[in-house]
């Protein structure tokens, strides 16, 4: 019940605030003693995962073979018998926090390796292998370490040019192609910041629209802890965002050279280059699309939720969210664009002798 | 300057409006300064900022709010940077990419996002979105030619399938679309009246499609392409060694296109990992969360997507190219 008036609570304070960054009637940070991070925080309790049997009509918690009777904490789960669940133990009795999503992850991830794999056996495996590397550098390094103080930004393009490198030597393996990809994906990584960079100073947006990003700035300034300016921390998150699409274009360019020149060992420099311009300019026509999609449907839900503030183009056009909407996008693929010619150049560079 | 309600300053400011319906009159408004200072529209002489204007029905002002900085103008600069830019690289083409991203925003800022908040299934609006967007997107790139038909068919097939894996997933997930940011407030929207109920859930699914889109017309256009060239290469091929093919040849597309989505979704996740952290949540705590498993899933589905799509454009493309010598083998 008393989740119940949590949240019911929580809603009312979220949608009474317009919190769209810049000029506020109200300081955000009133609504965070309700945020369900804080409050798991705020009460530390041992979790535990296990199955829901019933008998006789009576649901009961079974976790390494005993069984607790059942208390629902939390008015969404709905049980019916069989399903795994979260829960704290309380005297005896299982209070039911939140179903245990972890099998149809689990599930997921397996089809999808397999997925791969059955399409593109070795060289698939060596790029979900980096891909899963990438993912514990940037969960499990890069994020410890900018709670230890390091700079956000500048360790996230340190931490993009380590993940390019281990990438695309993964998926380019021997030969040219690979260093070539390098190339081009550094140059990329560091336009893709810069872009990001200029377009946040001049447009005075700084990612405060984001409830994440406001959160941690509250939890930053309460606790005294960094990162010292949550700003920074949305740039970051740009700079990571676009290096995905700026590692994928490069590969895809150095390949196609590094095959052109196989095919026709006599091309000279100036041609080989022309003909990663024009592979190039394939790609990006055709990935100019996939940034923009791929941020809309990332954050669905938030553009539908703020269209209902929005009163007119210069209400959209002026507004934070929609500047920080913007700004992964627009860095994202003007870092892509830039890809092309440095990984062209590489190319035809360490591919040709003359 | 004016100290009022404990940690708040207030200043008086005085603008001149440069645009709209009230464009010459000059105003008064309140800047209401936070002790911190990131929520702050912070004014010198001179500078330009955002105005809210309240106006009754006779068109008489009722009230002026600083809405914050003001953005419009230098993003018409970067929007022309842009276009510059792209113009630089690939020449010609680019006045074609432009005009498909224009289309594509217009048709989701106008379309799709009006016919959500009237109630319209998320995921039929998605899926027409999709139709009308790729569509138009390969008309503008590719030309009107077999292989746009057979790249939009391929597109459009791994769109159905991958809203039926959607809904296997984030069923068994649990997955009710409550939880992702932004949903409490469209729920509070329409408790209040002021919109049609929406399905949380599938709009959860719709966009998982709505991300994977770009990247599946993508792929299904350079399947798409090479099955086309193969044919005109060596027509006496069948539609199953065609398709087979063409798969083989998306495989090597995957390989190099399976980190763009989920950097987007990990990006995008990177404050919320962080918070997660500070707070000292255990990890079988914050997996569990509805809105983290919710992200998860979205960017392993919306990855998927791209897996389907090469089967599904192999497919169409190989029958369209060679359908009608069905079954006769050299």
């Known amino acids: 019940m008393l989740f119940k008036i949590r949240n019911i609570l929580f809603c009312v304070l979220v949608a009474a605030s317009s919190a769209f960054a810049d000029s506020w009637s109200e300081k955000p940070d009133i609504d965070f003693y309700a945020h369900p991070l804080v409050e798991d925080a705020e009460d530390p309790q041992e979790y535990r995962s296990g199955r829901i049997t019933m008998e006789n009509g009576v649901f009961a918690f079974a976790v390494s073979g005993k069984k607790y009777p059942v208390d629902i904490y939390n008015y969404r789960v709905k049980l019916s018998g069989g399903e795994r669940v979260l829960c704290v133990i309380e005297d005896g009795r299982a209070g039911v926090l939140d179903y245990d999503r972890r099998g149809p992850i689990a599930l997921l991830i397996f089809l999808f390796a397999t997925g791969v794999i059955a399409l593109k056996a070795a060289s698939g495996a060596r790029a979900l292998a980096a891909l899963s590397f990438a993912m514990f550098l940037v969960f499990g390094i890069y994020v410890p370490a900018i709670l230890k103080g390091a700079p956000p930004v500048a360790s996230a393009i340190l931490l993009c040019s380590v993940i390019a490198l281990v990438t695309l030597y993964a998926v380019g393996g021997r030969g040219a192609k690979a260093p070539a990809a390098f190339a081009g994906a550094l140059f990329g ?125 210069s209400f959209l056009l ?24 440095v990984t062209a150049f590489a190319a035809a560079f360490l591919l040709t002798k003359q | 300057m004016e100290s009022s309600r404990g940690n708040t300053d207030i200043e008086e400011a005085e603008f001149l409006i440069l645009n709209g319906k009230f464009k010459g009159v000059r105003v008064q408004a309140k800047n209401y300064l936070w002790d911190d200072p990131a929520y702050n529209t912070i004014l010198e002489k001179g500078d330009k900022a955002a105005l809210r204007i309240d106006y009754d029905p006779d068109g008489e002002m009722e009230g002026v709010r600083i809405k914050g900085y003001s953005r419009g103008s230098e993003l018409k600069l970067f929007l022309a940077f842009f276009a510059l830019l792209l113009f630089a690289v690939i020449g010609r083409r680019a006045a074609a990419v432009l005009a498909a991203m224009a289309f594509n925003i217009f048709l989701f800022v106008g379309a799709f996002v009006p016919v959500l908040k009237n109630g319209f299934n998320p995921v039929a609006a998605v899926f027409l979105f999709s139709l009308l967007s790729a569509g138009t997107t390969l008309l503008l790139i590719t030309g009107a030619t077999k292989k746009t038909a057979a790249a939009a068919a391929g597109t459009a097939g791994s769109i159905v399938l991958a809203s039926l894996m959607a809904f ?44 994977a889109l770009g ?76 809105a983290v498993s919710g992200i998860i899933l979205q960017s392993l589905l919306a990855s998927f997507v791209l897996i389907l799509t090469i089967p599904a454009t192999s497919l169409t493309a190989a029958y369209l190219f060679a359908g009608h010598k069905k079954g006769r083998t050299p």
Not at chain 1, 241 to 269: F, H, P
Not at chain 1, 292 to 301: E, M, R, S, W
Not at chain 1, 318 to 341: Q, S, Y
Request: charged share 10%; glycine share 8%; aromatic share 10%.
């Open chain 1, 189 to 313: 990584i560091l336009s893709a910041a810069l872009v990001a960079y200029v377009f946040l100073a001049v447009l005075k947006t700084r990612g405060f629209s984001d409830e994440q990003i406001q959160l941690l700035n509250y939890l930053a300034r309460a606790l005294k802890i960094p990162p010292s300016d949550a700003g920074s921390v949305f740039l970051a998150g740009i700079v990571i965002a676009a290096s995905g699409v700026i590692m994928d274009v490069a590969i895809t360019i150095s390949s196609s050279l590094s095959s052109i020149q196989s095919v026709n060992s006599a091309i000279t420099r100036k041609n080989l280059f022309r003909r990663g311009m024009n592979i190039g300019g394939d790609v990006i026509a055709s990935m100019s699309g996939s940034l923009l999609f791929a941020y809309a449907g990332g954050a669905l839900f938030l553009i539908v939720s703020r269209s209902f503030f929005t009163y007119s183009a």
């Open chain 1, 318 to 341: 002026n507004a934070e969210w929609f500047a920080a909407l913007i700004a992964g996008i627009f860095a994202g693929t003007c870092g892509m664009i830039l890809t092309v010619p």
């Open chain 2, 168 to 211: 296997v997933f984030l069923k068994a997930a649990h997955i009710s679309g409550f939880y992702f940011d932004g949903a409490r407030r469209i729920m509070a929207m329409s408790r209040a009246g002021n919109i049609a109920e929406i399905d949380f859930f599938l709009m959860a699914s719709a966009a998982i499609m709505l991300a």
């Open chain 2, 215 to 290: 990247m599946a017309v993508d792929v299904s256009v350079g399947v798409a392409s090479f099955v086309n060239e193969l044919h005109a290469e060596r027509s006496d091929m069948s539609v199953i060694q065609l398709c087979l093919r063409g798969i083989s040849v998306g495989g090597d597309m995957l390989a190099t296109m399976i980190n763009s989505l989920i950097f987007v979704f990990a990006g995008a996740s990177l404050a919320l990992v962080l918070n997660a952290r500070v707070c000292g949540v255990p990890f079988l705590r914050f997996i569990n969360y509805e």
